[in-house]
């Protein structure tokens, strides 16, 4: 066996050991019962190394330091960009989202090198930090898929498992139905795959649209005229 086929099967068993090991937390998932409204200012560690919280976390480089972060994914839209901007690149390796907490922004196609990211950063005994603006809508959106395709877990129990971490959580309602559209993708994708996503994949250009293309128009625009959550402006998600 040559170099490069030994490094993939290392890489599918440490994958295949993470995956196992967070289903088994997910399994046994114990209800948190003592949050506090204030911890909505706080990050919490949904999974070992993966945190979740508002992007006023990611600027006290000491409580980084003291959570051994090393990744961290922000999540912001263009007119966030100069406010949610990586403050420690010497400290912190960065992965930028650039999507708005609207109904109608597409998630799906950003989930992918979403999951990479962290995905490398755990298997090499990084921990990772997702923040959007308050770690309200979008990142909890984007944890709630990678708790679901890392642990083949579906929708309702994996949006439970996080909530359950994070209880002031409550993605808009059009990234709730994406999240729900995203089982059966990630699910054919492996079944007819079954390996990990190729560079190609990763790089493929996230498309933006109005509406999905699907049989039953009207859920959706249900979601998408649903009004976003809102913590305490406008931006705050």
Not at 90 to 96: A, G, M
Request: hydrophobic share 35%.
């Amino acid at each position: 066996m040559d170099d490069n086929n030994m490094m993939i099967d290392s890489t599918t068993s440490a994958r295949s050991t993470l995956t196992q090991n967070f289903q088994a937390i997910v399994n046994n998932n114990q209800v948190v019962l003592d949050w506090k409204y204030e911890m909505r200012r706080q990050m919490q560690e949904i999974l070992p190394g993966l945190f979740l919280g508002p992007y006023s976390c990611s600027k006290d480089l000491d409580l980084l330091k003291s959570n051994n972060i090393s990744h961290i994914v922000s999540i912001r839209d263009f007119s966030e960009k100069v406010l949610l901007r990586p403050r420690f690149p010497d400290y912190f390796q960065y992965f930028e989202i650039e999507v708005s907490d609207h109904p109608n922004e597409r998630l799906i196609p950003h989930f992918p090198q979403a999951k990479a990211f962290i995905d490398d950063a755990l298997l090499n005994n990084g921990r990772v930090f997702v923040h959007c603006n308050g770690g309200i809508s979008r990142s909890p959106a984007f944890v709630v898929a990678y708790v679901m395709e890392t642990t083949k877990m579906d929708y309702q129990h994996a949006y439970s498992f996080v909530q359950n971490r994070r209880f002031c959580m409550n993605p808009n309602e059009g990234f709730k139905v994406q999240l729900k559209e995203y089982e059966p993708i990630y699910s054919a994708r492996d079944s007819v795959n079954g390996h990990p996503y190729t560079q190609a994949e990763l790089q493929r250009q996230p498309l933006r649209r109005s509406a999905p293309e699907d049989d039953d128009p009207n859920e959706y625009e249900l979601a998408r005229r649903t009004p976003a959550f809102h913590e305490d402006s406008p931006v705050q998600k």
